[in-house]
């Protein structure tokens, strides 16, 4: 299951990144040609991702990584209690999925120490495999961006080489489809869903609204 969009109703890394930026003018303009260029490769995955190293690891600056560190498991648990944040729905499916004895994995480009905060937080027992962040001679640093085919490469270092069901908001979950017995697509237009039914020839896609 991927996380932001499907578990929560923006992106998390968003969410906790833009207040950062906003209180800080300077940060802000150091971080302001890669938040430019992070738009403007949205089809373009991997120079998005060079470009979510650089934007992320300016933002990080300024601070330790203990304390960044700190700050994102506060963030993630503030998130799992905010109504307006997480899909109730989505948490619900999830425990449904653990109760009846399948294994979840939030798949995600989100930052592994906020994500595992937040499923603390719910008493979600899932797996988390995201995007690593983690301390450099004090520092933090955005070590692995899993996003795209990266995702397929992480869960395939894990052991993993086949899933049933993969939820997911967007198109670029697509290498990650190609894997699984069905699609659910959370929150999609019919275009998308269009998209997707191409894109997967035999494979079935349905489309749930939460």
């Given at each position: ?54 934007l992320m690891d300016t933002a990080f600056s300024g601070q330790s ?32 999925l653990l109760a009846q004895g399948d294994e979840v994995t939030i ?103 939460w």
């Open positions: 299951m991927d996380f932001d969009g499907v578990f929560t109703r923006t992106d998390s890394t968003a969410a906790w990144l833009m207040p950062r930026l906003r209180e800080r003018p300077l940060l802000l303009s150091r971080s302001a040609p890669w938040l430019a260029g992070f738009v403007l490769t949205s089809r373009a995955p991997a120079a998005r991702t060079r470009v979510t190293r650089r990584a203990d304390d960044l560190l700190a700050e994102l498991s506060d963030t993630g648990a503030a998130f799992a209690r905010d109504t307006s944040m997480t899909r109730s729905a989505a948490v619900d499916e999830a425990r449904s798949v995600s480009a989100g930052m592994t120490p906020l994500i595992e905060s937040w499923a603390r937080a719910l008493d979600l027992p899932v797996r988390v495999c995201a995007s690593v962040v983690s301390g450099h001679r004090g520092r933090l640093r955005w070590d692995d961006h899993c996003f795209g085919e990266r995702k397929v490469a992480r869960l395939t270092a894990l052991g993993w080489r086949e899933w049933d069901v993969v939820y997911s908001d967007s198109a670029h979950d697509l290498p990650l489809m190609r894997g699984a017995d069905s699609v659910v697509l959370v929150g999609g237009d019919d275009t998308l869903l269009r998209r997707l039914g191409r894109a997967l020839p035999g494979t079935p896609v349905r489309a749930v609204s």
